[in-house]
């Protein structure tokens, strides 16, 4: 058997959907640039849209971020194949619709399928799903979701690190996002850290 590449240890596959908040992704993207990770992303045409509402950035802003971004539709990449090993996945943010294909086993498109991929060879998957509130269909996908394995973390801000901007409460979601991989970071004081 061959031992797994010491690369996909730091290794993590993307995905960004339309729904609100796509500032997490974007950030999420930099601080994985800044600690040294792989990261293999799909931006679907909904996170375009999102982010061109929600900020100043393009395509080509995320493309700068990422080591690899792939089409929507480019179900040839490598993310679509259990081979390619990874580190497992995450979806900032993750929308209703694809939380609904990927408690389905729907994979229409890339993003879907590297998620199905990644559960299938039981590797994390953190969906941050961004939506509120939430009605009994919504609950029921996540609990879907949890149970084929999937880790669900909405972007839920804590108050107790005392945050000064909108970033420090982004960046305290993306920290628990990390802390799903065992990624070190410094995003935020945690509870019982002094200051």
Same mark, same amino acid.
């Given at each position: ?66 080591? %690899?971004?792939?089409?929507?539709? =480019? ?15 995450? %979806? ?50 996540? %609990? ?11 972007? %839920? ?21 990390? =802390? ?16």
């Amino acid at each position: 058997m061959t031992p797994p590449s010491p690369s996909s240890k730091k290794r993590l596959v993307i995905g960004i959907t339309g729904a609100s908040g796509v500032i997490y992704g974007l950030e999420t993207l930099k601080v994985l640039k800044h600690l040294g990770y792989e990261t293999h992303v799909v931006l679907t045409r909904a996170a375009e849209t999102t982010l061109r509402i929600e900020t100043p950035h393009t395509r080509k802003t995320i493309s700068d971020l990422a080591t %690899v971004l792939y089409d929507e539709t =480019d179900i040839a990449a490598p993310i679509a194949s259990g081979s390619f090993q990874t580190a497992g996945m995450i %979806v900032i943010p993750c929308s209703i619709k694809t939380l609904s294909a990927i408690s389905h086993s729907f994979n229409a498109n890339l993003l879907v399928r590297a998620a199905d991929v990644t559960l299938k060879e039981r590797r994390p998957l953190v969906l941050v799903v961004r939506e509120t509130p939430l009605h009994q269909g919504h609950l029921s996908l996540m %609990v879907t979701a949890a149970q084929l394995g999937a880790t669900i973390l909405p972007p %839920v801000p804590a108050f107790y690190h005392q945050p000064q901007t909108i970033l420090d409460l982004i960046h305290q979601s993306i920290g628990k996002v990390l =802390d799903c991989f065992d990624i070190e970071h410094n995003l935020f004081r945690r509870w019982g850290e002094s200051e």
